[in-house]
T-cell receptor, first 118, second 111 residues
C-alpha cells in the first residue's frame, strides 16, 4: 500500500517549452501532496504544498507563475514547468500524505522525474 | 526554526560491519520523526516513523531509535544492497504536515 507514481520518469525538452509532470497516489487518497526539487548530492527542497480543490502554497523564492500546480482530485496533482530554461533542469519529486494511514503523518514519495532542459 | 542535522555525511563500511547513523534535531514539539532511504535517481522510500522518546522500530537489518534530541539508525551486519542515502526528517506538532529534512548520510557498503 501507499504507492505514489510519477509520469514521466524522464523528460528532455527545448528551452522555452512547458513540461507537465503528473503525480498520482495509486492506492490511497491524498488531500495534500508536496512537490520537491533535488539537486545532485543535496537534500530535498520543498517547492510547494498542494491541497485538493484549492490553490497551492508556494515556498519562499519559488515562482508560482513558473511552476504551476494543480490538485484536481484526491489522487492526482500536476506540476507544470512553464517556459523551461536550462537552470530548471533538476530532479522533481512529489509526495503524498495518506489520510487513511495508521501512520497518519507519513509522506510517501514518488519515484521522481528527471527534467533536462536543453 | 526546526533543524535537522545528520552525521556522518558519508560512511563507508565493509559488509558485516555494523554501525549507526545519527540524526540530531531541534523542533518546537515533535509530532514525528521519519527515516527514508533514497537510491540514486529515485524518490525516497519510507522506512520508519517514530513518535516519542524511547520508541524503537526494526526492519530487517535496520533499527531506528528516538530520544528527545536525536535518532539513530542502526545497521546490523550490512550488505552491499544497503548502500544508499538515508534521510531523516522531523515534523513539528501543530500546523502543517510539512517535514524538515536533513541533508542525508550517504552509506556505501563494500563486499
Amino acid at each position: 500500500g501507499a504507492v505514489v507514481s510519477q509520469h514521466p520518469s524522464r523528460v528532455i525538452c527545448k528551452s522555452g517549452t512547458s513540461v507537465k509532470i503528473e503525480c498520482r497516489s495509486l492506492d490511497f487518497q491524498a488531500t495534500t501532496m508536496f512537490w520537491y526539487r533535488q539537486f545532485p548530492k543535496q537534500s530535498l527542497m520543498l517547492m510547494a504544498t498542494s491541497n485538493e480543490g484549492s490553490k497551492a502554497t508556494y515556498e519562499q523564492g519559488v515562482e508560482k507563475d513558473k511552476f504551476l500546480i494543480n490538485h484536481a482530485s484526491l489522487t492526482l496533482s500536476t506540476l507544470t514547468v512553464t517556459s523551461a530554461h536550462p537552470e530548471d533542469s533538476s530532479f522533481y519529486i512529489c509526495s503524498a500524505h495518506n489520510i487513511d494511514s495508521s501512520s497518519t503523518d507519513t509522506q510517501y514519495f514518488g519515484p521522481g522525474t528527471r527534467l533536462t532542459v536543453l | 526554526e526546526d533543524q535537522v542535522t545528520q552525521s556522518p555525511e558519508a560512511l563507508r563500511l565493509q559488509e558485516g560491519e555494523s554501525s549507526s547513523l545519527n540524526c540530531s534535531y531541534t523542533v518546537s514539539g515533535l509530532r514525528g520523526l521519519f527515516w527514508y532511504r533514497q537510491d540514486p535517481g529515485k524518490g525516497p522510500e519510507f522506512l520508519f516513523t517514530l513518535y516519542s522518546a524511547g520508541e524503537e522500530k526494526e526492519k530487517e537489518r535496520l533499527k531506528a531509535t528516538l530520544t528527545k534530541k536525536e535518532s539513530f539508525l542502526h545497521i546490523t551486519a550490512p550488505k552491499p544492497e544497503d548502500s544508499a542515502t538515508y534521510l531523516c526528517a522531523v515534523q513539528a506538532a501543530g500546523g502543517s504536515y510539512i517535514p524538515t529534512f536533513g541533508r542525508g548520510t550517504s552509506l556505501i557498503v563494500h563486499p
